[in-house]
């Protein structure tokens, strides 16, 4: 069974950074990509970045691109979310997701292994 444990989320002032962590379990993942996504109150869940187990690739939304980093240890079967240069619209519950798909794929139906999320809140 697999598990996926999110750590990392807090209280950060605007033009902070966080580092978001997500601890994966249960299975081997050397062909699984790996996401995050995020979803703030009131709003459907929405995709952040993606980085495949090898991390020879990486995808992200154009909202996050250049400020947030997605990367991987295999080691620690961890991928991390770093942000920076945060904003209060990037105040959401943060999602850890994985499934075989293509680093692309961004829609919550594709990935089929949800961690329960860390919330991020960022104040202005």
Same mark, same amino acid.
């Given at each position: 069974?697999?598990?996926?444990?999110?750590?990392?989320?807090?209280?950060?002032?605007?033009?902070?950074?966080?580092?978001?962590?997500?601890?994966?379990?249960?299975?081997?993942?050397?062909?699984?990509?790996?996401?995050?996504?995020?979803?703030?109150?009131?709003?459907?869940?929405?995709?952040?970045?993606?980085?495949? %187990?090898? @991390?020879?690739? =990486?995808?992200?939304?154009? *909202?996050?691109?250049?400020?947030?980093?997605?990367?991987?240890?295999?080691?620690?079967?961890?991928?991390?979310?770093?942000?920076?240069?945060?904003?209060?619209?990037?105040?959401?519950?943060?999602?850890?997701?994985?499934?075989?798909?293509?680093?692309?794929?961004?829609?919550?139906?594709?990935?089929? %292994?949800? @961690?329960?999320? =860390?919330?991020?809140?960022? *104040?202005?």
């Amino acid at each position: 069974q697999v598990q996926l444990v999110e750590s990392g989320g807090g209280l950060v002032q605007t033009g902070g950074s966080l580092r978001l962590s997500c601890a994966a379990s249960g299975r081997t993942f050397s062909r699984y990509t790996m996401a995050w996504f995020r979803q703030a109150s009131g709003n459907e869940r929405e995709f952040v970045a993606a980085i495949t %187990w090898s @991390g020879s690739s =990486t995808y992200y939304a154009d *909202s996050v691109k250049d400020r947030f980093t997605i990367s991987r240890d295999n080691a620690k079967n961890t991928v991390y979310l770093q942000m920076i240069s945060l904003t209060p619209e990037d105040t959401a519950v943060y999602y850890c997701a994985t499934d075989m798909v293509p680093v692309t794929s961004t829609k919550t139906y594709e990935y089929h %292994w949800w @961690g329960l999320g =860390t919330q991020v809140t960022v *104040s202005s």
